[in-house]
């Protein structure tokens, strides 16, 4: 995270890994990224939120359900303005206790939801680009603990601003007359459609029943108030509705070192589809969401379990799939719009790398 980090004050357009490796990946471009990242709007940054008085009790869990009440921030940035919050009212008087209690604080959250591929990615990213940092070169621990909070404010911020980049890249692979089928709701990709609605482009939408949380109602809905015109189909009729779609786009719960994604149950059969139709399948996903996970199969992932509400009595004898994610290999997977670039499958293990050194 070193190496990115001094070639992004050298260029904060574009990421240290892309530097060089942009010539032989020719998805993105340098101006893209430098569009986008002008078209971002400043976090309300740290300053503005008081840290919790250092003679108070401090709660990380707390302060974690205090960032969660913001709308429009998502729980692995609440996760990482938290961890931030740590360092900044932290009693401790040496380098040494200050690590530890933010490793703490760290398991703490990750404890809080073991089975958040997000909460945990994000915790280990802001672990691995706090600490590695010049800080410990001062000899004045106060000036090393002011260091380690701009640079937990600067990782809360490149976060924040990572939905909007995403959306900004994503742009050009959204054309007129375009039909888009999506799978539940994800932040990320009510963005990007946003942004295309708001730029006048003219697509229509189909938006997967999604079950069993019923989230694609919610993008529905969400998609009819801006006037974007939206098919509600039932999770069952995507290989029925595929031949009318151009391409799909999902968000995603985690990245993994494969270039998969793990997602909401029914993910990965739509990929399938997809794919046995020649239709591109678009993954919209943070930085923060690379997690260093190499699941096999379906089976290698910790349950994420919701219940399930069929509308009739279920009798006890009849077991029930209650996991409500999966995991889809890369080989179905086209493109990951990121706030890092336009990625290929291929790729992300070596931007894993570079965001775990």
Request: charge should be negative; charged fraction near 20%.
């Amino acid at each position: 995270m070193e190496g990115e980090g001094s070639a992004m004050e050298k260029n904060p357009k574009i990421s240290a890994y892309y530097q060089t490796r942009l010539a032989h990946f020719g998805v993105v471009s340098s101006e893209w990224l430098a569009q986008a990242q002008s078209a971002t709007n400043p976090i309300p940054s740290s300053s503005t939120n008081t840290y919790p008085d250092n003679e108070s009790n401090f709660s990380v869990i707390d302060e974690f359900n205090r960032w969660r009440n913001h709308p429009d921030l998502a729980e692995a940035v609440a996760a990482i303005r938290a961890l931030a919050a740590v360092i900044s009212s932290s009693k401790a008087s040496t380098m040494m206790q200050l690590e530890i209690e933010l490793k703490n604080a760290s398991d703490s959250l990750k404890a809080w939801d073991t089975t958040s591929i997000s909460l945990t990615a994000a915790s280990d990213l802001f672990m691995r680009y706090v600490t590695r940092t010049s800080a410990l070169e001062f000899e004045d621990f106060h000036s090393a603990k002011s260091r380690l909070i701009e640079r937990a404010d600067k990782f809360g911020e490149i976060s924040y601003k990572a939905r909007k980049i995403i959306a900004m890249l994503s742009q050009d692979f959204i054309f007129d007359g375009c039909t888009i089928l999506v799978h539940g709701f994800s932040r990320v990709v009510f963005e990007v459609l946003k942004l295309a609605a708001h730029n006048k482009k003219r697509f229509r939408v189909f938006c997967t029943e999604g079950r069993p949380d019923r989230s694609g109602l919610r993008l529905s809905n969400e998609l009819a108030k801006l006037d974007v015109p939206v098919k509600l189909v039932i999770d069952s009729a995507v290989a029925y509705t595929m031949d009318e779609v151009n391409m799909v786009l999902v968000g995603a719960d985690g990245v993994v070192e494969s270039g998969g994604i793990i997602n909401m149950m029914g993910t990965y059969q739509i990929a399938l589809v997809a794919n046995s139709m020649n239709k591109p399948v678009y993954v919209a996903a943070e930085s923060y969401k690379f997690a260093r996970h190499y699941p096999l199969d379906q089976k290698d992932l910790a349950p994420a379990l919701r219940p399930v509400d069929f509308g009739v009595p279920i009798p006890s004898k009849v077991e029930v799939e209650c996991s409500a994610r999966d995991y889809t290999p890369p080989q179905y997977l086209t493109l990951l719009f990121t706030d890092l670039g336009v990625l290929t499958p291929s790729v992300v293990s070596d931007e894993l790398i570079q965001l775990y050194l």
